[in-house]
């Protein structure tokens, strides 16, 4: 997906985001410059860095959902920190580090994923082998013991076994039995007969009190050095033949991948293509009559600061740089503005991008256009319950005309108004569900009416409500 153009990844986009043509248009030319940058000569490669974004609108506009879908489209890692839950160094609370190690876990769940899915099939095969063995195991030869019973200090004595021509046979009976097993587990015919099978124990559980995050922030993993020298358990288990297959495909295909590999690189992942979203930086902005550092403030600011202008982290996986890694900051701006925050800040975000709050017929494109429309939603939703709804066009403009509304008059919360419209809407339909099995129902502006008209004409009652 790297190759996408800016247009095309602004197509893709506009797949499950309605409006804010500016910001996409932003975040589509910092990827594209991501791809440009992996072309250069290599000299120059490593003085190419990030254009770093601020995006600057109400919630519910769809900041969040852009930074989200854009890491999405091209298997970036990605992770969303709220700016306001951090705290300066030396305070109790979260450090800005974490922000960097969180994105490697998110890496690193990426990239086994990926692992596990390319070893998957060899993965299968093993364990069909191992529940062969459960089912039907192959006998052991009898040993005979050795001439020498000194011989085993010299290497020389190794273990031998009866070849009767009786053994043989058998062998060959239980082979065939086997083979039958197997082809009756590729034809799924066993899929609830119960078997004991022998899975590894995770390690003791009191190990996960101590690597916390004071430990992981030191660089060290408890759990990683304590678990290397605490022998693994494996315990028995009855299951069927079908939980058998996934427990025991997913041991195989973990035992096959090299986790080492894995690391290496999940933090080549972050440091090349890792995105970071900084939501409600608009909260640590200073006020211009302060007199002074505030620790929730700018002391986080200027935490901030050495990561966004590049600096090494140290993880339970190993150094990492931030030099190449693309932050996108995001905040309604209402009490505060971008200036306020400290200059040095403001350089390491050279491109602002204002989102325009939504309209209505924005909200009403929102409602059927996206892939993952709400419209869609609840429709899927119902027809698990064998309920068919219809939605007119005259419901679905007054649905957005009420959220609008009530946007307008109380606290503007963008798109995610909606969500409380139409929950309130189709609040007795879900409700009453299960009892209207094979039933249609058509919903119209009157419908939509009877439910809102009353609640959106009383500000006060509105303001609770939706």
Do not use: C
Request: cysteine-free.
């Amino acid at each position: 997906m790297y190759g996408l153009t800016p247009r095309q990844i602004v197509e893709e986009l506009d797949k499950h985001i309605i409006g804010q043509k500016n910001a996409k248009k932003a975040v589509a030319i910092a990827l594209r410059n991501r791809y440009r940058r992996k072309l250069v000569p290599e000299e120059l490669k490593d003085e190419i860095y990030p254009k770093n974004i601020i995006m600057i609108g109400s919630t519910g506009v769809g900041k969040t959902e852009i930074a989200r879908r854009l890491a999405k489209m091209v298997k970036a890692p990605f992770i969303k920190v709220e700016a306001s839950k951090f705290t300066e160094v030396g305070y109790v609370g979260r450090d800005v580090d974490s922000m960097i190690r969180d994105l490697v876990e998110t890496a690193v769940r990426m990239v086994k994923q990926e692992k596990l899915e390319e070893v998957e099939e060899r993965g299968r095969q093993l364990a069909y082998e191992r529940i062969v063995d459960y089912i039907m195991p192959l006998p052991r030869r009898k040993s005979k013991p050795a001439k020498n019973p000194f011989d085993f200090l010299f290497n020389q004595a190794s273990e031998e076994y009866a070849r009767d021509e009786e053994f043989e046979n058998r062998l060959k009976e239980i082979e065939a039995q086997r083979e039958i097993i197997r082809q009756k587990l590729l034809r799924y015919e066993l899929e609830d007969e119960i078997i004991e099978i022998e899975v590894e124990e995770k390690n003791p559980p009191f190990l996960e009190i101590f690597s916390g995050s004071g430990v992981e922030e030191m660089g060290v993993n408890l759990q990683d050095v304590l678990g290397n020298f605490i022998p693994k358990n494996r315990k028995k288990r009855r299951v069927t033949v079908k939980e058998a297959k996934e427990i025991l495909t997913h041991e195989e295909a973990q035992q096959l991948i090299d986790m080492d590999e894995v690391y290496r690189e999940a933090i080549k992942r972050v440091e090349e293509d890792g995105i970071v979203f900084l939501d409600e930086i608009d909260k640590i902005a200073g006020k211009n009559n302060s007199t002074g550092p505030d620790v929730s403030r700018e002391g986080v600011q200027r935490d901030i600061l050495p990561i966004v202008e590049g600096s090494t982290i140290m993880t339970k996986y190993g150094p990492v740089r931030t030099d190449h890694i693309l932050f996108i900051a995001a905040g309604a701006f209402h009490v505060s503005k971008p200036s306020d925050l400290i200059p040095e800040l403001q350089g390491r975000f050279p491109i602002r991008v204002e989102l325009e709050s939504l309209t209505k017929e924005d909200l009403k494109r929102i409602l059927v256009e996206p892939n993952n429309a709400l419209i869609k939603q609840y429709t899927e939703l119902l027809k698990t319950e064998d309920v068919k709804i219809t939605f007119t066009e005259e419901a679905i403009d007054y649905i957005a005309q009420m959220a609008y509304e009530v946007n307008a008059k109380t606290e503007n919360i963008g798109a995610r108004r909606l969500h409380t419209v139409m929950e309130k809407v189709l609040e007795d339909l879900l409700f009453d569900a299960p009892d209207m099995s094979g039933e249609e129902v058509l919903i119209d502006a009157d419908y939509v009416s009877a439910r809102l008209k009353k609640i959106v004409e009383d500000e006060d009652l509105s303001r609770y409500v939706l």
